[in-house]
């Protein structure tokens, strides 16, 4: 079973920043890809962005140029580097993991854009 813990969230005014973190239980090289989903109020959960194993990164058409997901392997921890807030981007956001152990998500953390 993969643990993910996520960090960084908070409340911040738009055209701000703020970084999430995501570390894992498992080395990064166990997952097929790790990934940053949102989900705001009464809406569904949305793919945000995701890494493969092999370094390849896609974004949601609404975060491309302000957002950046990135990781350290030697921490085993995926970061969303996020720009340029909007409060469109308000929802909690999770953290997910796909390979071989299977499908994980971690249990959120909020953020919360003000105007």
């Known amino acids: 079973q993969v643990q993910l813990v996520e960090s960084g969230g908070g409340l911040v005014q738009a055209g701000g920043s703020l970084r999430l973190s995501c570390a894992t239980s498992?080395?990064?090289?166990?997952?097929?890809?790790m990934g940053w989903y949102r989900q705001a109020p009464g809406k569904e959960r949305e793919l945000v962005a995701i890494?493969?194993?092999?370094?390849?990164?896609n974004y949601a058409d609404s975060v491309k140029d302000r957002f950046t997901i990135s990781r350290d392997n030697a921490k085993n921890t995926v970061y969303l580097q996020m720009n340029s807030l909007e409060p469109e981007d308000t929802g909690a956001y999770y953290c997910r993991t796909v390979g071989a152990l299977g499908n994980s998500w971690g249990q959120g953390t909020q953020v919360t854009v003000s105007s």
């Open positions: 498992r080395s990064i090289f166990s997952f097929n890809f």
């Open positions: 890494i493969t194993d092999g370094g390849t990164t």
